[in-house]
């Protein structure tokens, strides 16, 4: 399973962003994709995942501004993030399960201004 992860950017604070995930490889069976981020000097958090029957979770620090989706026909999965914030900087992750095995891809750096 390969993952590649694209949108990130520049943005001003209170701007939007919306991140995607192109999944490609030997995809059948991946019941879980989340985003995670990392800032410098700080560990990887997860910003969202969800999971291939709908439910989605999310990190305190996002609720009510981001929100996660895919498009299974794409093999696409996508973080919308509204109301951006400085403190979203980070370089973003996409990451996909199948079972117990962890998929990731190459971070891709969202910045805002404020």
């Known amino acids: 399973v390969q993952l590649q992860a694209s949108g990130g950017g520049s943005a001003q604070a209170g701007g939007s962003l919306r991140l995607s995930c192109a999944l490609s490889?030997?995809?059948?069976?991946?019941?879980?994709m989340a985003w995670y981020r990392q800032a410098p000097g700080n560990q990887r958090e997860l910003v969202a995942g969800?999971?291939?029957?709908?439910?989605?979770t999310f990190a305190d620090s996002v609720k009510g501004r981001f929100t996660i989706s895919g498009d299974s026909a794409k093999s696409i999965l996508y973080l919308q993030m509204n109301s951006l914030k400085p403190e979203d900087t980070a370089v973003y992750y996409c990451r996909a399960d199948r079972g117990s095995i962890s998929y990731w891809g190459k971070g891709t750096q969202v910045t805002v201004s404020s």
């Open positions: 490889g030997f995809i059948s069976g991946i019941n879980y």
């Open positions: 969800i999971t291939s029957s709908g439910p989605t």
